[in-house]
Every structure is written in structure tokens, then in C-alpha cells.
């Protein structure tokens, strides 16, 4: 049994036209479902389970669960340094990578070999133009080191390609 008659038959790209339109409907009931439900959810406690929500929004493209997994994984303090510009590149975070940088570059101490290895030589040798910059900022008051140069704008330099790839998402 067809239900359309031979001369209404839709054309390929007519029916991927309709199939499009679908999967946007669906995609759309999908979101407000989802963050219906993560709205009254409050068994999400751990960052490995937020950062599975986050996997998720991304994959499903789901702005406003992504919008809620980072807003929640930045509460949690054991992310830091390395671990938070990994992340940070994973899920086009900016804030995420602004701070991991800043936590490295103003360290007192050097980077790790694992660390080293995890980041990678290009991004090693950014922070330590950064760090660099910062630490010739340093001046000696009253038995104490003080630094006149904030970090950001040589962070910002240093990444400025990645920093403005992280603000389109």
C-alpha cells in the first residue's frame, strides 16, 4: 500500500529535507527533556559523573547541559593545572584554560616531566614565555616578593589562536 500516489512521490532530497526537519524536531524535544530531568536531578555528585553529562551535551549538542556540566565541574577544586587546560581543550572551555595557565605560569615550582608529557613541547614552551614575562615582574618589598605584571595578557598572546577558537563555541 503506498500512501502517496506515484506523480506526489517525494524526491531524494525532499526526503532528506523531511528527515532533517525531523531530527531537529526530535533533537529539540530531546533537550527540553533533558534538562527537564537534570534540573530536578541531584544524584550527579562527582566530577567524573559531570563530566559525563558534559560528553553527552556535547555529542548531543546540548547547550544548556553543557552550559549546567561546566557551571558544576568549576566548583570542584582537585582540577587544577594540567588536568584544567586538558580538559579545558577537550570541551572549549576558556575559562577553564585561562586558569589552568594561570596556575602554571605563577607556580613556584617548575613543570613536571608527566606534566611536560601531557601538554605537549609547544604548549610547555608557551607557559614558560608567560612565566617568563611574569617572573622578570617580580620585585623584592619589605622581606617579601611582589609581582607588578598580571599573567593574562601574556597568556592571552601566548594562546591567542586557541583563546578565540574557545570563544566561538
Known amino acids: 500500500m503506498h500512501i502517496l500516489a506515484e506523480e506526489e512521490a517525494l524526491s531524494l532530497a525532499e526526503w532528506t529535507s523531511v528527515l532533517k526537519l525531523s531530527a ?7 533537550r527540553k527533556i533533558v534538562m527537564e ?3 530536578k536531578l541531584r544524584v550527579i555528585v562527582t566530577a567524573e559523573e559531570w563530566i559525563a553529562v558534559l560528553d553527552m551535551s556535547v555529542l548531543l549538542q546540548l547547550s544548556e547541559a553543557r552550559a549546567l556540566a561546566i557551571e558544576r565541574l568549576s566548583s570542584y577544586s582537585n582540577t587544577v593545572g594540567v588536568d584544567k587546560i586538558l580538559l579545558a581543550r577537550r570541551y572549549k572551555v576558556e575559562k ?3 586558569e589552568g595557565c594561570r596556575e602554571l605560569v605563577t607556580r613556584d615550582k617548575c613543570f613536571s616531566d608527566e606534566e611536560e608529557d601531557r601538554l605537549g613541547w609547544k604548549t610547555v ?5 608567560a612565566r617568563d614575562q611574569y617572573l622578570k615582574s617580580r620585585t623584592y618589598r619589605s ?8 599573567p593574562g ?8 589562536a586557541e583563546l578565540r577558537e574557545m570563544r566561538e563555541v
Not at 531537529?24 to 530531546?30: A, E, F, I, K, S
Not at 614552551?125 to 614565555?129: I, M, P, W
Request: hydrophobic content about 35%.
Open 96 to 98: 577553564w584554560f585561562r
Open 153 to 160: 595578557a601574556d597568556i592571552d598572546k601566548e594562546f591567542e
Open 37 to 39: 530531568k537534570m534540573s
Open 24 to 30: 531537529m524536531w526530535q533533537m529539540d524535544r530531546l
Open 143 to 150: 622581606y617579601e616578593y611582589a609581582y607588578t605584571r598580571d
Open 125 to 129: 614552551s608557551k607557559l614558560y614565555r
